[in-house]
């Protein structure tokens, strides 16, 4: 059990990174990761939400839709919820630690309907994950995130140092280094897991 | 058709409770917010540009309350959203000052030396990047015209082969301050009456040799001034209009008359 629950966090943090290789929360991905900072509190509010919205997802499909044979609505019931989730966390955080709302605030509604928060629950559906699982593979996904966002913010910090030829300056440069980041993570790939 | 029913009330049964579990949530958790803030916020664009330098509207309305920022600091409203922003809090519209953009060159046509007739794209930056700017001053406006160009409020245009700003329609955006390549542009107080029509940091016979109106680094004006405002750096003069008091002294020695009385 165990085990398999640490297989699952590798697979969905390293192997299956959802930004590298399932091209999941690419917008943000992008977005903010200009300053290691910022993309280091953003990370940290996609493993707050990520990890609830995927509690919340699985409670909703295993109680709700599986037994009323509503599969099919899965996607338009997690977009309602997890917005709502995300909503409803923010109102909390701002009444009861102003500290934590103020370190994540600006971040949180950018990623509440976020492709990869919607794609985590989509998957874990599909993966037919039990209520721990989930919510682990989602903690698993959003560390993933975390990783290669940090690792995009460091490397473009640097670029920024750098003189990059000129038709490559810009957006072009960030979406090379994405893309060779994506492939040095097919590395993890190889893992005999 | 059974399913379509079971469908549709699901979802509509869902978002409803969610939308009531909001609305609950929402007044249990209500944070006072300054009722100022409120109102400051209602009159700001509200397209959470960032140009203010605060993260969004409501960041920035947050500040303005708390006095951190400016009541015109929104460069998007303009003067209409600063005066209503200032009735809410309190402060006199006239009272914050206005600034204008000023372009530190006074080698128009006459005054620099013409280095070479520049065939190319009419683009200041352009003709910086090129290494071909049509003057022998390394640090004088090139005439083009990039900022007119930027400027939103058509403040901005080029005499004589020097970019002049309207000061009556010139509402210190900035945008221009930015596209200067030569950094040329400075906001400055609109009361203030004097101000160098230099930006060369050569030495006074380097200077002589490319314009014959630029700043020579003489110290004359340093000398005269009595309020401390004057001051040369980098072998330009530069007046610190938090002391001027627009006495024209600085303007009355100096040999070259780049500090000038502004029209």
Known sequence: ?193 | MQAIITATVLVGAIGLLMGLLLITVDKKFKVEVDEKELAVREYLPGNNCGACGYAGCDAMASAIVHEEAPVNGCPVGGAAVAEKIAHIMGVDAEETEKMVAFVKCSGDCENAAARAHYVGITDCASAVASGLSPWTCDYGCIGFGTCASVCPFDAISVHNGVASVDRDKCRACGKCVAACPKHLIEILPDKSKYAVRCSNRDRGIAVKKVCSAGCIACKLCEKQCESDAVHVENNVSHIDYAKCVSCGKCAEKCPVKVIKQRA
């Open chain 1, 1 to 193: 059990m165990n085990t398999s629950l640490i297989l699952i966090i590798i697979t969905t943090a390293l192997v299956n990174n959802v930004v590298l290789s399932q091209f999941l929360g690419i917008c943000s991905f992008l977005g903010v990761s200009k300053q290691i900072k910022a993309s280091a509190s953003l990370g940290a509010a996609v493993i707050f939400v990520i990890t609830i919205s995927s509690a919340v997802a699985n409670l909703l499909y295993t109680f709700l839709l599986e037994p009323l044979h509503l599969d099919y609505l899965n996607t338009i019931v997690f977009i309602l919820v997890i917005a709502t989730l995300v909503q409803m966390v923010e109102m909390f955080l701002k009444k009861t630690s102003p500290a934590i709302y103020k370190a994540l605030g600006i971040y949180l509604p950018l990623i509440t309907t976020n492709c990869a928060v919607l794609g985590v629950a989509l998957t874990n559906v599909q993966d037919g994950y039990g209520f721990v699982e989930s919510v682990v593979a989602g903690f698993g996904t959003a560390v993933g995130y975390t990783i290669a966002i940090i690792l995009l913010a460091g490397i473009r910090e640097r670029i920024d140092e750098s003189s990059v030829p000129a038709p490559f300056r810009g957006a072009p440069v960030v979406l090379l280094s994405a893309a060779l980041m994506a492939i040095a993570f097919m590395g993890f790939g190889s893992l005999a897991l």
